[in-house]
């Protein structure tokens, strides 16, 4: 086998297509946690996107329709969660942990009538440009609008965070929400509105893998992506930037080991399957060293119940 | 007045009764278990299919899906052997030990176990399929329309079914083309739609310009597709997912086999028997042919074919090699059951090692 430039863009594109949901399921989850927010539900809600997506794709034929219907219905199912925890001020994590499984009980029903349908193509944009720069080529060129908005969303997100006033209210109201009710805002309001957005991007994050990463419906097929993205938000001590960093380690780890075992390195393939989540414990365990950096980062409020009259 | 109630009684008793009997001799009820979602469009799909034959003949079935090859099995197959079901079908390698315990609990339902060896007790039978000989027409395929001479091979885990799978793909893709090379990949899944796309996709950039899998999802073969390579369906007919790419399926067909069985309850003629059946019997299906073949090929596969279900031809015929250059069968011999049951070493000719 020679190593080509352009067999290592193609390699680095294959990695970039394989972040994308976990980027976009992570910056959502990002924002819900910087509000004080923990919702556990990411799994639930990704698959949720990942047959309404498919499903309207299916029926309307529209591709239009289906991403936003998509994160429609991700935004439908984080209603519910955000009507409990904010509202019936039920615990975080048990509410969470429910929805992610009502979510994937309710796509394997809805997607009964789904199963063993082909996928629409998707179209990519700048496609003609493929084989105009060596290595560059493959990897800026020829790849879905999802897949350009993903790698720009942890930049808009941190600019977000960082500079803007309504950052400002998100990150004040998941740090100190006791502080923000006294200056007048609405921690209920806020809350629910980073909830209803990252369920927005969750169920994008499953669209994604249904109608684009692979065009088709089968039960449970985002195969525990949800888990990985919310290990992610941690990954990043909440900080979108690295979340992109996380996401390309993840999903670069598990294609170089299958580019491995077809040159024939001679690595048991166990050790290298079970390599993507070694490397995040590892990480985790370097980051969580520091423990003052941990809880400078960390949403002080986080997975805590806000009521007004406490 | 009271006797001719008692009688009436009695009679009306008796009359139910003899209702009853001929109801449970004519509805046989079938059962299946299901390791996966019916939806999941790959194995447990495909014996679902076959529970749907086995409706349309005029049987009542049920299912239950998802079921974890542990303790849980034994409890599903009780409560299935225990509200009425005949014949409780367990789609599973893992529930062998299961089924075989249950078996012995209750002597009068039949129980039939697919891709196990165990029939400890009268009542239990073991069926499967031979897969390998539709991985030996997909090599011959594979070996006459490569043209980088590298195929690719997504497989799923290291056990004597995958393995056979490989060495039968290998050894036929030899036989038309000496300069092949097969490089397997381990995704160490069934199915995961991501999973099997990112192998397939590295296979590809590495040059492989023919993919074959064994694992369940379509994702490998929408990749190929996208790619513009060759790849092959797997356990049900996927060309819809890929026209071009898809140059045939080798399909799961279990419904014949099925409505027999339960047929033969019904008539009392079911009786312990372990059945391996391949393109011969019907079990084992080769799709359409695509028409990006050409013609001499088609028809070579199509007498292979012929061959194969007429046992002139086996899959494994010596002489045979394994990896260190091992005789493994005969010249003029072919491999017994019980070789191809167990094995556990590629043949020459295939790279790298099993995983252990």
């Known amino acids: 086998m020679i190593i080509d430039v352009n067999f290592v863009g193609l390699i680095i594109a294959s990695i970039m297509a394989s972040a994308v949901p976990l980027i976009l399921a992570s910056c959502g989850e990002l924002i819900t946690e910087r509000s004080g927010v923990l919702n556990l539900g990411v799994e639930g809600m990704m698959i949720i996107g990942a047959i309404s997506g498919f499903a309207l794709m299916t029926v309307t034929g529209s591709l239009i329709i289906a991403v936003f219907g998509a994160m429609l219905a991700g935004v439908l199912i984080s209603t519910i969660f955000a009507f409990l925890t904010q509202t019936l001020i039920t615990n975080h994590v048990a509410t969470g942990l429910a929805l992610t499984i009502f979510g994937i009980g309710i796509s394997a029903m809805i997607g009964k009538n789904f199963v063993g349908i082909p996928g629409k193509e998707f179209p990519v944009l700048f496609e003609g440009l493929k084989d105009t720069i060596p290595l560059l080529s493959p990897i800026l060129f020829g790849h879905s609008i999802v897949f350009y908005f993903a790698f720009a969303l942890p930049f808009i997100t941190s600019y977000f965070l960082k500079k803007t006033k309504v950052g400002l209210i998100v990150r004040a109201v998941g740090d100190s929400p006791e502080s923000a009710s006294n200056q007048g805002i609405n921690v209920k309001l806020v809350r629910y509105a980073c909830i209803l957005y990252g369920g927005a991007m969750c169920g994008l994050a499953g669209a994604y893998l249904s109608m684009i990463y692979t065009p088709q419906w089968i039960e449970n097929m985002t195969g525990g992506r949800g888990w990985i993205a919310l290990a992610l938000v941690v990954f990043s001590t909440w900080n979108p930037i690295k979340i992109l960093i996380g996401a390309m380690i993840f999903g670069g780890l598990t294609i170089i080991q299958f580019h491995m075992q077809a040159i024939g390195v001679r690595i048991p393939v166990q050790f290298l399957t079970a390599l993507p989540y070694l490397v995040t414990i590892i990480v985790l365990v370097v980051i969580s060293r520091d423990s003052r950096k941990i809880r400078l980062s960390t949403p002080s409020s986080l997975g805590k119940s806000f009521h007004k009259d406490n | ?356």
């Open chain 2, 1 to 356: 007045m009271h006797k001719f109630l008692i009688r009436s009684f009695v009679s009306s008793l008796v009359l139910l009764f003899t209702l009853n009997v001929a109801a449970v001799a004519k509805d046989v009820k079938a059962a299946f278990v299901y390791i996966g979602p019916t939806g999941d469009h790959g194995w447990t799909y495909q014996h679902d299919v076959g529970r749907k034959a086995v409706e349309a003949a005029g049987f009542k079935t049920t299912y239950v899906e998802g079921v974890p090859e542990s303790a849980d099995a034994e409890r599903v197959l009780r409560q299935l052997a225990n509200s009425g079901h005949d014949i409780i079908f367990t789609t599973s390698f893992g529930y062998m030990n299961p089924t075989n315990k249950v078996a012995k609990e209750f002597p009068n339902v039949k129980f039939e176990h697919a891709t196990g060896y165990k029939r400890e007790h009268p009542n239990v039978a073991t069926y499967a399929a031979r897969f390998y000989e539709g991985r030996t027409i997909l090599g011959t395929i594979a070996g006459t329309m490569t043209k980088s001479n590298v195929i690719g091979y997504v497989a799923s885990f290291p056990i004597p079914e995958v393995i056979r799978g490989i060495n039968s793909f290998t050894l036929a893709a030899q036989k038309v083309n000496p300069n092949i090379k097969t490089k397997i990949v381990w995704a160490f899944t069934w199915y995961d739609p991501g999973k099997e796309a990112e192998a397939a996709k590295a296979l590809i950039d590495q040059g492989a310009d023919v993919i074959a899998q064994h694992t369940d999802s379509t994702a490998i073969v929408q990749m190929a597709e996208k790619a513009g390579v060759y790849a092959f369906g797997q356990a049900s007919d996927m060309d819809k997912f890929a026209p071009k790419a898809v140059l045939t399926s080798v399909e799961n067909n279990w419904g014949p086999y099925y409505v027999d069985r339960v047929k033969a309850v019904a008539n009392g003629t079911w009786s312990q028997k372990d059945t391996w059946h391949g393109i011969g019997d019907g079990m084992v299906v080769i799709s359409g042919l695509d028409s990006q073949m050409p013609s001499d090929l088609q028809a070579k596969v199509k007498k292979l074919q012929a061959d194969l279900a007429s046992g002139k031809v086996h899959s494994f015929t010596g002489p045979i090699y394994d990896q260190q250059g091992n005789l493994m069968v005969a010249e003029g011999k072919t491999a017994d059951d019980g070789m191809l049951a167990g094995m556990m070493t590629y043949v020459k000719g295939v790279e790298g090692d099993i995983p252990k």
